[in-house]
Each structure stands twice: as C-alpha cells, then as structure tokens.
C-alpha cells in the first residue's frame, strides 16, 4: 500500500469530505507498515474496500414545528462495515453535520467497534436538525419524522443505532416509540441507550463517560502515575462529559474546567455533586451555554466567553464534545502550562496537528476510538440483554465495562509498543481494530 497513492484517489472521489479524509488518513497512516508485511492483504485490495462504505441512506425529513410552519432536513444512515457483526453506531443530530462528517464516524465506529472485542460492525447516522432552541414537542416530531424514513433500514441484527451528540435517552425513547408502531416489531434490540424500563442498560448513559475514565487510569498506571488529586480540564457539558466528570471526581482527580459553545467555566475547587448533576438539566434545556453553570453556582465558579477548556491550567485534558476541537495553538496552549496527559475522549477531537504536538513533547495521547469506546460496547452489553429477554445489574454491567477497557488498553499496548519501549497509542488502537476486522474481510471473500 503506498498511502499518499490512495489518499489521492480517495480525494478526487470524494472532494471536500475533510473530516472523512482526515479520518482514513490518519488510520493508513498508522497501519501502512503492518500492512505491508501482509501480502495477502494487498492482494485482496483490503485497504481499498475499507474506505468505501457497504451502503449509504440519504432521506429528506419534513414536519411541523411549533408554529405550524412546515421544516425539512436532511436525514443520513451509513452502513460503513459489517465484517464483524451487524452495523453499530450512533445517530447524531447537529446542524454541522453531512455526509462527510457521517463517513468519518462511521470509518472511526467500525476500528472502535472492533476494539471492543464484540461482534459488531460500524454504521453511524444522524441529521442536520439542530435541536438548540427546539421545544420538547419539536424534539418528538422530529425523531418521529426521522424514523419514519430510517425504520426499513434497521434491525436487530442488521442495524443498530444509539446516541451520540444531540440524541440521548429522550430522543431514542421518540424514536423507539416510533419504530415500534411503523414495524409492528416489539424487538428492543434495535436502538440502544433506552431507558431502563424498557430493555434500556443500567450504566448506558454513563457508560461513555466512565469508560474514558477506566482507560485513563490504565494508561496512568502503565506510566507510573496514579490520578487521585490531578487536575482535569474538560470540554461539554452533555452526556459524555457528564459521565467523565462523575468517575473522575469519584476516582479522587479534581475536575477544574468544563467548556461549552460560549466559552470556559473554571471551578478551582473541583466539581461538585451538585454542579454535576445540574450539568443534566443544562443539557435538557436545549440552550447549549456553559454560562448557565457559573449563573447558578457563581461563587465556585467564573466564566470567561469565547475561551476554551484547553487554556485552563490542568494535569489532564479530556476532549468531550466534538471533532477537531482542539487544536494546535490549543495544545501549545495546554503543554505551555504543564499539561502532561490527553485523552480524547470525543471522535477525533484533536487535529492531527494537536496530536503532533503532544507526541513531539512527551505528552501522553490516547486516541477517542480507544479512550470512548466504552460507550458502544456498553450498547453491545445492552443488545446481548436484549437478545437474551435479560437485565444485568449495575455491578454486572460496570464489571463488563472494566474488562473490555481493560482488553482495549492492553491491545494498545501489544500493537503500539515501540522499539524504544515508549507506547504509541494511536498506533496501537489503529493496527489492533484494523488487524481483526482485515482478517474478517479476508475470511469472507470478496464481497
Ligand atoms: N455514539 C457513540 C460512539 O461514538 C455510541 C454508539 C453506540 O452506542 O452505538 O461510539
């Protein structure tokens, strides 16, 4: 494989996808040389077939907003690689989101969903609906819209979307109830992140959130390092933060900034209970403002507009929200200060520049497909319980959870070791999903 050759190609079939053609180059990048010790590879044109997607649904979504006034978006589901198992993914609703950013989600899903040792392939989904200031009621006809297209596409053992950002349990909870009056199938099984009444997973929501931070402490230990009483900054304030800053705060570290669209809270005495929990309701508001924080708990905090969580003094950075939110100047910004760990915790939330700049310094990086895949494995955990008409408890669940981030950190470990004894842990999380779904590829056929 000569990468720059295939990049090429895939940027004259694909023009202005970046966020896709960041995505596959980062990955060739890591695998070309353990790729290139595989002939076989070569010779049933793997690489190639990879950055294609199996299938792509594109689908135009009407409905009614508050004011009777008629709405259209455009509603995506792509099926990007199902070697090993049926599609697994989130579906996101933003209003940056296109095809470009679905492929790249989709590409990362299937490398992520490969690490968590189920049997799932990738598939990722979404809109460009923007639910900041939509209503409750608005929300509702929205997903009920969206499903009404999406619903033929998805099955237990075909398809199985969730959340990711703008969907949550309210939204899946519209949609499942959608899904089930167009199919007249009660399966539970084909979303996931449902409420705990009705086939949802006990520790789901957190799941995301929680297993970044079991990763973390594996990736500490293995240095040397432990985290009670570090400094953590991090960025959002939805779901996946909301689980980050939970664990961390129970593990002993000291969360001292989270960050929204408007700019940076810092709180130098740490998180509270309190401020976590109301990080939920900032959430259900719909406003997308951090600002709401530090107006509600104004003596432990101050907000400064237009900052990031990346200019906040820190130990640990924890990208939490969304792709290529930090930057180069931002990791300057943060290494400048004496940060000395970032996991990413968001898809792709560091630019490759970012990325550069930590590994250059020393700085231990560890990749979101690793770091955040506790989350998708966790709606493995929950289409298992499905399957099985069963409910494990919440000590069941986070003992799993333990295991798999456990099983991801330590095959980072076996395929980004280097020859100087240091740990690439882009390396490693590329070549171990690569490795296991090629096989896969290969076994099948050319198909
Ligand atoms: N959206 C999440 C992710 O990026 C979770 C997907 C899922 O649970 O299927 O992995």
Known sequence: MNVQNIMTNLEAKHPGENEFLQAVREVLESIEEVYNQHPEFEKAKIVERMVEPDRVFTFRVAWVDDNGDVQTNLGYRVQFNGAIGPYKGGLRFHKAVNLSMLKFLGFEQTFKNALTTLPMGGGKGGSDFDPVGKSDAEIMRFCQAFMWELWQNIGPDTDVPAGDVGVGGREIGYMYGMYKKLA????????????????????????????????????????????KGLTIALSGFGNVAWGAATKATELGAKVVAISGPDGVCEIPGGITKEMIDYMLEMRASNRNKVEDMATKFPAATKFTAGKKAWSVKCDIALPCAFQNELNEADAKELIANGTWCCCEVSNMGCTPEAIHAFQTNGILFAPGKAVNAGGVATSGLEMTQNAAHISWSAKEVDDKLHFIMESIHEACVKYGTQPDGKIDYVKGANIAGFMKVAQAMLEQGVC
């Open 184 to 227: 007249r199938e009660y399966n539970t099984g084909v979303l996931t992140g449902k409420g705990s009444t009705w086939g949802g997973s006990i520790l789901r929501p957190e799941a995301t959130g929680f297993g970044a931070l079991y990763f973390t402490e594996h990736l500490l230990h293995k240095a040397g390092k432990d985290i």
